[in-house]
C-alpha cells in the first residue's frame, strides 16, 4: 500500500490491514516494533568477574563485603629543628668606680740633666797684624797684608764672602780654610780645605779652586773679565818674578811672600760706608 507521503511509505501499511489489529492501539505498537530496533542482549558474566575481584581485595585488606576501611587518626606529631648554636655574649667591660676618698696619684716627676750649652765658636776670620780688613755686609773686604778664612765645627767667620778692595774679585768659600792676601791691585790665593769660586763683581765665575791649589790674581785690560789668573802651585819665588815685567813682577813676587807666610792675627776695622 503506497500514499503521497514518501515517510509513510517507509513503513509496511499493509500489516495494519491485518484483521488481528483489532484497535488503533494495536496498530500502533505494531509501528513502534517497526520503528525502534530491540535492544541487543549482553553478557553479564563481566559483572560476575568484577564481584570476584572485589571480595578478593577486600579479603587481603581485611574489609569485609559491605565494610570500610578504618582510617588511621592518629595525630602528627612534628619535630622541631634543632636550634642554632648561640654565641655567648662578650661581657661588658665597665670602667673601675673611682673612689671618692682616695687620694689622687702624685704626678711623676722626670729628672733631666741639664743640657750644657754648646761651646762658642772661635772666629773664623784670622788677619795678619799688618792687614786691613773692612767687614761689609755679609763680606771680608781685604785692604791690604793677608787673612785667613777658616769655617769649620769649631770656628765661624761670621761672613759668607772675601772681597779685594782694589779688585773686582770675589772669594765664596763651600765649607772652607783658604788664605789670601793683597798688595796694591794684584791678589793671591791658596786652599788648605775644600774649595772656593772666584767670580768677577758682576757676577761672571772666573775659576773654581780645590785643595792644594794656589793662584795670582791681577787686573789685565786685554782679558775678557779685565781679570787674569794665574796658577802658581807652590812655584819658587825667583821663578814667580819672571811671570811679569817691571814694578809689576816685584809686587806679584811681594804679595805671594805675603801669602806663604800664613801670618795670622786677630784685628779688623768696623765696616765702614
Not at 484497535?23 to 530496533?37: E, G, N, W, Y
Not at 576501611?69 to 661581657?91: C, G, K, N
Not at 793662584?215 to 787674569?228: E, I, K, T
Amino acid at each position: 500500500m503506497s500514499t503521497d507521503d514518501p515517510w509513510l511509505d517507509a513503513f509496511d501499511l499493509d500489516e495494519l490491514d491485518d484483521p488481528d489489529l483489532r484497535s488503533i492501539d494495536d496498530a500502533v505498537a505494531r509501528l513502534k516494533q517497526q520503528v525502534t530496533p530491540a535492544p541487543p542482549r549482553r553478557s553479564r558474566g563481566w559483572m560476575w568477574l568484577g564481584l570476584a575481584a572485589a571480595l578478593a581485595a577486600g579479603a587481603l585488606l581485611g574489609v569485609g563485603w559491605g565494610q570500610q576501611r578504618p582510617i588511621d587518626t592518629a595525630p602528627v606529631v612534628a619535630r622541631p629543628l634543632p636550634a642554632p648554636e648561640a654565641t655567648p655574649p662578650t661581657p661588658e667591660r665597665k670602667p673601675p668606680t673611682p673612689d671618692a676618698t682616695a687620694a689622687p696619684p702624685e704626678p711623676r716627676v722626670v729628672e733631666q740633666a741639664p743640657r750644657e750649652p754648646a761651646p762658642p765658636k772661635e772666629p773664623g776670620l784670622e788677619p795678619h797684624p799688618n792687614a786691613t780688613v773692612r767687614l761689609q755686609d755679609d763680606a771680608a773686604v781685604l785692604v791690604t797684608g793677608t787673612l785667613r778664612y777658616v769655617h769649620d765645627a769649631t770656628h765661624d767667620p761670621g761672613v759668607t764672602q772675601v772681597r779685594w778692595d782694589r779688585l773686582p774679585l770675589v772669594a765664596t768659600p763651600i765649607g772652607t780654610v783658604f788664605t789670601v792676601a793683597s798688595e796694591g791691585d794684584l791678589a793671591a790665593l791658596t786652599v788648605s780645605v775644600g774649595q772656593i769660586r772666584l767670580t768677577h763683581s758682576d757676577g761672571r765665575v772666573l775659576t773654581t779652586l780645590d785643595a792644594g791649589q794656589e793662584v795670582a790674581v791681577f787686573a789685565d785690560p786685554q782679558s775678557p773679565n779685565g781679570l787674569r789668573v794665574m796658577a802658581l802651585d807652590g812655584m819658587p819665588l825667583d821663578q814667580v818674578d819672571d811671570l811679569l815685567d817691571g814694578p809689576e813682577a816685584k809686587a806679584l813676587v811681594s804679595v805671594v811672600a805675603l801669602l806663604r807666610l800664613h801670618g795670622v792675627g786677630r784685628t779688623l776695622l768696623p765696616d765702614e760706608p
